[in-house]
């Protein structure tokens, strides 16, 4: 069984020691130490010490100057409505109120999953994308979303 080393970054202390207490009673979590802002897990990101970062949505306006996002997984933790662009800075996000076991499963699927399939970047459609979509959703074959919209089916 692969064991997660996890930096836990979080302004409160409370929560933070109640996360490491939490994630410290599984077998596949090693957690390496809380920390109070992203800055000061840069360095173990960039050397490979940490697998996946479980941090606090609220910090999530420090990711933009942070070298952080894209080295390792980030896994948010809400405890609040955050704005979408927010939690597309992470990889996963789950609910203050979330089990260890649900937090866990967060991180071994985040770890687990190639990098570039993080939210980092829009998903917005274009229009012609959402043409498709359409016509996708609606059932017909690609030779008749191809015929209808004129398009080629490569």
Known sequence: ???YRVAI???SEIIGEGLRSTLGGSASISVVGIYDSVASVETLASSCSVDVVVMS?????????????GAVPLIGIQSYAAEEATIRRFSSVVS??????EIIK?????????????????????ERERDVLVLVARGPTNKEITSELHISPH
Request: charged share 25%; proline share 2%.
């Open 1 to 3: 069984m692969r064991r």
């Open 9 to 11: 970054v979080e302004r």
């Open 57 to 69: 949505l609220a910090l999530g306006h420090q990711l933009e100057s942070s070298s952080i996002q």
């Open 96 to 101: 203050i109120y979330a089990s260890a076991e």
């Open 106 to 126: 967060a991180i071994g699927e985040a770890c687990e999953q190639p990098q570039e399939h993080n939210y980092t970047e829009s998903h917005e459609l274009s």
